[in-house]
């Protein structure tokens, strides 16, 4: 039984990698579209996380 659950994890590594580095029709596979919009997405976070922080302490000063 632990062999099984073994190979089915393997299968679904193997095929979420798969996935990643699979060219779309852009030439470029996800992997390479997530790095290279990593910065916007980092920038959208830390603007989440300041709005919350603001939310945050303006219920806690009421």
Request: avoid cysteine.
């Amino acid at each position: 039984m632990r062999i099984l659950k073994l190979m089915a994890v393997g299968a679904a590594v193997g095929y979420g990698i798969y996935y990643l580095i699979r060219e779309k029709e852009n030439g470029k596979s996800l992997l390479e579209e997530l790095i290279d919009d990593a910065p916007d997405y980092v920038d959208r976070a830390k603007k989440y996380v300041g709005f919350t922080i603001d939310q945050v302490a303006e219920r806690l000063h009421k």
